[in-house]
């Protein structure tokens, strides 16, 4: 048996197919990624070395880069905050209701699994200027406001537009995620506390919170690097416009480096971007993650 | 409980209901709303935008499925996420039954590496794959695209199923290697069929993650007839379009079978999805 489970050619047999592709897909291009980043490099020429020169650039000339970090931050603060609240709402309603539970679960979950392409679209022409929501108002006499086209204010109107439809379109995941924990709850505990006096609420507070704290970190980490890689639901809304108001660090690296092919310097975007993932999930693993409660 | 205590809980009951019905129709309403406009005539939309289509428009829909090149582009979405679906399976696993199960040195440290895979956003990637596909003719192909999916759904497919073969118990193949079976075919005969949970989870990720994938498939492909459907559509209903209820239609053949197997199977889907999820 040891002898079988220790035989060395089968264990070549059964890694290397995914040790290659792994390696060659992504090991490889990752480290070429990031000694790109450091290089005049694009369509026609050969890469050359030229220092920190992309991240200067980056930092100091280029608008677009900037509001594309402030953004991409913006939409990452959201994300987390948001999920995690309605997230927990949901999951705590939904737990308490008998009747209907999959149902609203059910249609709540729909969206994740439907591309955010095609939603993104779906919403786009909702937020038209003549179509979906403003040709209801129009119906009051009310004239609505250029929803995916307004310039104004630090966070501009169609960042809160975008952010709200990737809350729509997510939060079933996190709802999932923290149901799943809640229900693995020991109803034992509840009874007990309710016998000591404890109201629903207080109950929620000081049994569920505590006792799914692990989830949160999960689901919290989840959302913060799918908002940092966030691409499909802008690219498809608003393309980054008007005049790169809404764009993304994804969006600003697809434009410089398949729309401009600066590939050294869309490199250089990918490295800040891997990194911002790296940094992320390390803090929300130091600061949140806790152990595992006996339940 | 006392009895107004009861009635009051009645109550909150009632609002809850409220609360998440209103929420459901937030949920149904976008998605009805397309489906209406695609069967209307696109003169009436914005003449006489809330009466019911005269006659349903039909057309809307051939014409999206073959000028928009959707139904190229459906068949090019199931081939690619098909083919990268079982390939993933069989690779994910093995690699998976190989460190979850047999024993030597660097098991641990291989996982390690598989893992660090689910941190990396795919723009990372993309470029110097993209250069090095191109030099190798694999861009406009749909191995170029069934390679980098198939790497980018392993690390999650090998972390769930080594969970799984290392919950199995020792001493089923213990016994089946005193009857003389082999490695290979306790992996085929014994781990594969017992893990039929963790397959199905894993398979589930990996397809509906990428069915639903579009910056690589709009980087490596330019060619018409070999776009995925995220591509085709994202194309089709652009600004130089302005027939609005075919761009609805093509939204809505985009998003129905999806739409169709959800329904059908939703509480596994959601469940898989979920274990899977927490699992990551």
């Known amino acids: 048996m040891d002898k079988l489970l220790r035989d060395k050619k089968a264990i070549f047999v059964f890694v290397a197919p995914a040790f290659l592709l792994f390696t060659f897909v992504l090991f490889i291009p990752i480290c070429q990624s990031v000694y790109y980043s450091f290089c005049e490099y694009n369509a026609l020429t050969k890469p050359k070395f030229i220092g920190f020169e992309n991240y200067r650039q980056l930092f100091t000339i280029d608008r677009t880069m900037k509001i594309a970090l402030k953004n991409s ?5 959201f994300s987390v905050v948001t999920q995690l609240i309605a997230g927990l709402v949901l999951a705590a309603l939904l737990t308490n209701i008998k009747k209907g539970r999959d149902f609203f679960k059910n249609v709540y979950y729909l969206p994740c699994v439907l591309s955010s392409a095609a939603l993104g679209l779906l919403w786009m022409f909702v937020f038209t200027p003549k179509l979906g929501i ?26 809160w537009v975008i952010a709200s439809v990737s809350l729509w379109q997510y939060v079933g995941q ?19 506390s309710y016998i000591d006096g404890c109201t629903k609420a207080q109950s929620f507070r000081y049994i569920t919170l505590p006792l799914i704290r692990p989830m949160v970190a999960t689901a919290m980490s989840l959302n913060a690097i799918g908002s940092l890689k966030f691409f499909d639901l802008i690219f498809n809304m608003t393309e980054g416009g008007p005049n790169h108001m809404t764009d993304v660090l994804a969006t600003h690296l697809y434009q410089q480096g398949f729309k401009y092919f600066k590939y050294g310097y869309a490199s250089a975007i990918g490295t800040i971007l891997l990194v911002l993932c790296l940094i992320v999930t390390f803090i929300i693993n130091k600061f949140v993650k806790v152990d595992n409660y006996e339940m | 409980m006392s009895k107004s205590g009861k009635k ?23 998605l009805l709303w397309v489906i209406y406009v695609s069967l209307k005539d696109d003169k009436t939309l914005f003449v006489s935008p809330w009466a019911l289509p005269e006659h349903l428009m039909i057309e809307n829909y051939s014409f999206a499925w073959t000028a928009g090149k959707l139904g190229v582009a459906t068949l090019n979405s199931a081939i690619v996420c098909g083919v990268t679906l079982l390939l993933c399976l069989l690779v994910g696993s093995m690699a998976a039954f190989a460190i979850g199960r047999m024993r030597w040195k660097l098991s641990g440290a291989m996982m390690t590496y598989f893992l660090t895979g689910m941190m990396i956003p795919v723009h990372c990637i993309l470029i110097p794959v993209f250069t090095r596909f ?61 893990s039929r949970t963790g397959l199905f989870v894993t398979g589930l990720m990996t397809f509906v993650a990428n069915w639903n994938e579009l910056l690589l498939a709009m980087v490596f492909i330019s060619d018409d007839n070999k776009k995925t459907l995220p591509v085709s559509l994202s194309k089709f209903v652009g600004p130089y379009n302005t027939n609005y209820s075919q761009m609805f239609a093509a939204i809505v053949i985009a998003i129905i079978p999806t739409i169709v197997v959800y329904c059908m199977f939703s509480n596994q889907i959601v469940d898989g999805l979920t274990a899977g999820a927490v699992k990551g």
Not at chain 1, 145 to 154: A, E, N, R
Request: with cysteine; glycine share 6%; proline share 5%.
């Open chain 2, 8 to 30: 009051k809980s009645k109550i909150s009951t009632k609002v809850i209901y409220v609360f998440l019905s209103i929420l459901a129709v937030v949920y149904l309403l976008p």
């Open chain 2, 134 to 194: 191109s030099k190798m003719h694999l861009t406009n192909s749909l191995t170029g695209l069934i390679l980098p999916y198939l790497t980018l759904s392993l690390p999650i497919t090998i972390f769930i199923m080594t969970g799984f073969f290392q919950s199995l118990p020792n001493e089923l193949f213990e016994s089946a290697c005193i009857d003389g079976c082999s490695i290979y075919r306790s992996f085929t005969h014994i781990a594969l069929p017992l």
């Open chain 1, 73 to 77: 931050m913006f939409f990452l603060i």
């Open chain 1, 174 to 192: 996190s709802m999932m995620l923290y149901m799943a924990q809640i229900s693995g709850i020991s109803n034992s505990l509840y009874e007990a």
């Open chain 1, 134 to 159: 403003n040709q209801v108002l129009a119906q009051f006499g009310i004239k609505g406001p250029l929803w995916l086209m307004d310039t104004k204010g630090f966070i501009i109107l169609p960042m």
